[in-house]
């Protein structure tokens, strides 16, 4: 069959744009479809006030992996932003993040790491003996992980209201790895990354799904499963970035995702919270965090330039039907009927599933790329 394309990808987002931009540069035919009504999925910003307002949550670019950290240097310079996340907790007091030397310091008036270390092991010790006289050895749920890992009070101050809502479900239901995403650190840093390197994009994200897609042929407000067989005829191969259920038509079940939604806000102040990320980590209040966009570019005070600043509320909910899923929820029902589909996917010849929503996995933006790198330079 005389196809017209090599490729057709499914997704404008970060996997689909980083596999395009390899397969137009190995000379391949590449055609990229999306259903929304712009490029760059999640990692969308819309200009507002002059400021790259992040539309679906804030998104900042970290790795070690020097190969990923070039490749999107080369697309766009990145620009020294670094994460540095504060909590306002339940006992209305504000704490740095991620835990450090500056949290046990505001938690407990520790200010050196041997004490710090010390309190952390009383309390650690406390929830590690419980589990013991409980006849259990590995924390088997992100409760048990964090209060083997911090204790008690960081855990009811800063963890469990974030948690419970972010996920919609209680601590004791859910993996242990998401709490381990976070770095305990007995030193005085508020960098909320361990990685090597970390930055946005100068000029915005929008820079980068530009970049990547330059030159090849994209289809917007196209929709691959109302005109399934035409879009099957159109390449070669197929390179899936969608839900993985949808694309075998639920036949094992939904697959479960935890969404987002937003209230943008734009001010008449220049500086509304002094950060770009404040979490909330009271149960009693709605959101979880409210991010304040111009912090991402404008650094000191020069954010006071714009006398405008627009910010968003966070509230997380269950995904259903017609929004937007964000999160995959990685708890042992959803990944068994995940490993169900992984299993057809992987007998496909001629079809590549690659991203967050086709590996059902909480993927970060780098790794994205670093997989779709390494596939591209196998597959072409
Ligand atoms: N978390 C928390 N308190 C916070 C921030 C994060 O307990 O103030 C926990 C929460 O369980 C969350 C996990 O750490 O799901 C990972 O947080 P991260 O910031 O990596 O989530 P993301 O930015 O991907 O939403």
Wanted: include cysteine; charge should be negative; proline fraction near 4%.
């Amino acid at each position: 069959m005389n196809y017209k394309y090599d490729y057709l990808i499914v997704g404008a987002g970060l996997f689909g744009a980083t596999f395009a931009y390899k397969a137009k540069q190995a000379g391949r035919r590449v055609l990229v479809i999306d259903k929304r009504p712009h490029l760059g999925g999640n990692i969308y910003c819309e200009n507002i006030e002059g400021i790259n307002v992040h539309k679906y949550g804030a998104h900042i670019f970290h790795t070690s992996n020097k190969e990923v950290w070039d490749f999107v240097n080369s697309i766009v310079p990145f620009n020294r932003y670094t994460n540095s996340p504060i909590a306002v907790a339940p006992n209305g007091k504000v704490y740095n993040l991620p835990f450090n030397m500056n949290t046990f310091y505001q938690m407990w008036g520790v200010r050196t790491p041997e004490e710090a270390i010390a309190e952390l092991e009383t309390q650690r010790k406390e929830a590690i003996d419980k589990m013991k006289a409980d006849g259990i050895s590995e924390p088997r749920n992100l409760e048990e992980q964090a209060l083997t890992l911090i204790g008690k009070d960081i855990y009811e101050q800063l963890i469990k209201g974030y948690t419970e809502k972010q996920w919609g479900r209680d601590c004791k239901e859910l993996p242990a790895f998401i709490i381990r995403r976070l770095p305990v650190r007995m030193t005085f840093n508020n960098n909320y990354f361990n990685d090597y390197y970390q930055g946005i994009p100068i000029g915005g994200y929008n820079k980068l799904i530009d970049g990547l897609l330059e030159g090849v042929d994209v289809q917007l407000n196209v929709d691959f499963f109302s005109e399934r067989n035409y879009w099957e005829g159109v390449a070669a191969k197929i390179v899936f970035t969608g839900k993985i259920d949808e694309f075998y038509n639920y036949r094992f079940g939904k697959l479960e995702y935890r969404t987002v939604r937003f209230e943008f806000e734009t001010l008449d102040i220049a500086n509304y919270q002094g950060n770009s990320v404040v979490n909330y980590t009271s149960a009693n209040v709605p959101f979880t965090r409210i991010i304040e966009h111009k912090h991402f570019e404008s650094f000191g005070n020069s954010v006071y330039e714009n006398p405008k600043s627009v910010i968003s509320r966070e509230y997380s909910v269950e995904w259903e039907e017609g929004l937007e899923p964000f999160y995959p929820i990685n708890d042992e029902k959803n990944q068994e009927i995940y490993n169900k589909y992984s299993a057809l996917a992987n007998k496909e010849s001629n079809v590549i599933f690659g991203g967050r929503l086709a590996e059902y996995k909480y993927y970060d933006m780098a790794p994205i790329i670093a997989k779709a790198l390494n596939l591209s330079g196998d597959e072409l």
